[in-house]
């Protein structure tokens, strides 16, 4: 039980800006094996997100709570999945080759393609959280932070890490993940969108998985056309690709269904 307490610390002393005890122990081999635990981080960040709605919802306008609960995913995780997003709309913007796509990517500098993507993935999420009444965007949080979590660590389980060193920016990333540890993150990722689903009774929400793994097909062909696996930046777009579509399907279904 220490050995797994000590896991979820490391994901979340890498996954998140929130303070751990400093004694926490990490190697590389921790990093791969605590990748179990990301979807469960997505458990905090969504607890965080659902807090700030909670507390503005009735006093703000709805468009302000929203805006809140989006700046305090970013806080929560000091915009590491938004920054790997935007490197990696930079480096499959402009480049053209293996080596010259990951050289952008690990460059510290935001380009226009990044820019652009960045500002107007932010806005498809506010947007389609806007189209929902405060209660069922508390319901698409606990749904979008774990799962997309989670479509993030099946990519390090069906492809390959393809940086040959850390000259980089320095961005932990786990560079593989057992089928044990991929079935509990499953757990922790599908389990929440399960539980929304049930409380909703409303079972066309089944709809979004198929949306989710489209969306994962493009990304997971995208990089193994371009670059032969994943980087940490794919990783953090995948997470943001997932959790927009999430967003989106919720916004798309709410029209008629929920």
Same mark, same amino acid.
């Given at each position: 039980m220490k050995k797994q307490w000590q896991l979820l610390l490391t994901a979340i002393m890498f996954y998140t800006r929130l303070p751990v005890p400093v004694s926490t122990p990490y190697s590389p081999d921790m990093l791969n094996k605590a990748t179990r635990y990301l979807p469960l981080v997505g458990w905090i960040t969504g607890a965080f997100m659902i807090a700030v709605l909670y507390v503005f919802g009735g006093i703000a306008p709805r468009i302000v709570s929203v805006l809140l609960c989006i700046i305090m995913s970013v806080w929560v995780t000091g915009a590491f999945h938004e920054d790997g997003f935007a490197d990696m709309c930079d480096g499959f913007g402009g480049g053209w080759t293996k080596e010259r796509i990951l050289d952008i990517m690990k460059d510290s500098r935001i380009g226009t393609y990044g820019m652009l993507g960045l500002l107007l993935l932010m806005a498809l999420k506010l947007t389609s959280l806007l189209s929902l009444p405060i209660n069922k965007?508390?319901?698409a949080v606990i749904a979008a932070?774990?799962?997309?979590?989670f479509m993030a660590v099946t990519i390090i389980y069906t492809h390959i890490y393809v940086r040959e060193n850390e000259d980089s920016k320095s961005k932990p990333v786990?560079?593989? +993940?057992?089928l044990p540890d991929l079935l509990l993150a499953g757990c922790f990722g599908l389990l929440p969108f399960?539980?929304?689903? +049930?409380?909703?009774q409303n079972y066309t929400l089944l709809l979004i998985i198929p949306a989710l793994l489209l969306a994962r097909w493009y990304m997971a062909r995208l990089m193994r056309k371009w670059i032969g696996g994943y980087t940490g930046d794919c990783l953090g777009a995948v997470q943001q690709i997932s959790e927009t579509v999430i967003y989106l399907s919720f916004c798309i279904l709410a029209w008629k269904y929920i």
């Open positions: 965007v508390m319901l932070q774990p799962l997309s979590r786990s560079k593989g +993940i057992s399960v539980l929304v689903m +049930i409380y909703l």
